[in-house]
């Protein structure tokens, strides 16, 4: 797909295409890593944490201290091994979020998004997944979640241009669940009261792979 001609760009981090939506699976080992090298990993908040049950104040400086925020965030990201990370999870409560996620045909999505908002879809339009999922503030339990096989999400990229995201599959599921995320919401809130308790006692029993903060 041809992008635009250069006098009509897109102004902001990367490329869209000629339906307004950002190219976010060019370059992605290279702009992964970039932002991954300038970071510091951080232990990931868990259930129980007060930033992951409230929602994040929007962004609203896009200047160096949050840059640095993204990078850490990445670097967080590729310590616990996950396909997303919002900045509640590392104890930072501002509307942004971060992933690395492949779709179901296989293509790799890399990007930033900040102050994001769900598009919300005509019925004709809803085909769920009810697909296993599971959350890095929620280590070693899963249980399975449907949610739409096809997202859209309006927000703004790490400089403060407007961007649309869209992803179909495992990376739909992805961008509903770190917008959730900023939000108050953990992907364990939207399950019965009986898988809740199963994934909280999945989590009790296993100790996680990564470094996390203890709730007091």
């Known amino acids: 797909m041809a992008q635009q001609d250069t006098d009509q760009?897109?102004?902001?981090?990367?490329?869209?295409?000629d339906e307004g939506y950002v190219v976010d699976t060019e370059d992605c080992e290279e702009r992964e890593?970039?932002?991954?090298?300038?970071?510091?990993?951080?232990?990931?908040?868990?259930?129980?944490?007060?930033?992951?049950h409230k929602e994040c104040e929007d962004v609203t400086e896009f200047g160096e201290e949050l840059q640095q925020l993204v990078a850490d965030m990445f670097a967080s990201q590729r310590?616990?091994?996950?396909v997303g990370l919002a900045?509640?999870?590392?104890?930072?409560?501002?509307?942004?979020?971060v992933y690395d996620c492949q779709d179901d045909e296989g293509a790799r999505h890399v990007g930033v998004v900040c102050n994001p908002?769900?598009?919300?879809?005509?019925?004709?339009?809803?085909?769920?997944?009810?697909?296993?999922?599971?959350?890095?503030?929620v280590p070693t339990a899963y249980a399975p979640l449907a949610?739409?096989?096809?997202?859209?999400?309006?927000?703004?990229?790490e400089q403060g241009n407007p961007i649309r995201v869209r992803g179909t599959g495992y990376f739909a599921r992805c961008l509903q669940h770190e917008t959730d995320h900023l939000y108050g919401y953990?992907?364990?809130?939207?399950?019965?009261?009986?898988?809740?308790k199963d994934a909280l006692r999945q989590?009790?029993?296993?100790?996680p792979r990564y470094p996390v903060v203890a709730n007091d």
């Open 203 to 207: 989590m009790a029993e296993n100790e």
């Open 87 to 97: 900045a509640n999870q590392i104890g930072v409560g501002l509307k942004v979020f």
């Open 186 to 196: 953990l992907y364990i809130d939207r399950l019965s009261k009986r898988d809740r």
């Open 33 to 52: 890593k970039a932002w991954r090298e300038r970071g510091t990993s951080r232990p990931i908040t868990v259930v129980g944490n007060p930033v992951l």
């Open 147 to 157: 949610r739409p096989d096809y997202a859209e999400v309006t927000g703004q990229d």
């Open 117 to 137: 908002k769900l598009v919300d879809l005509p019925a004709d339009r809803r085909r769920l997944d009810d697909s296993n999922e599971g959350c890095l503030s």
């Open 79 to 82: 310590t616990a091994e996950g």
């Open 9 to 17: 760009q897109h102004a902001g981090v990367l490329p869209v295409d």
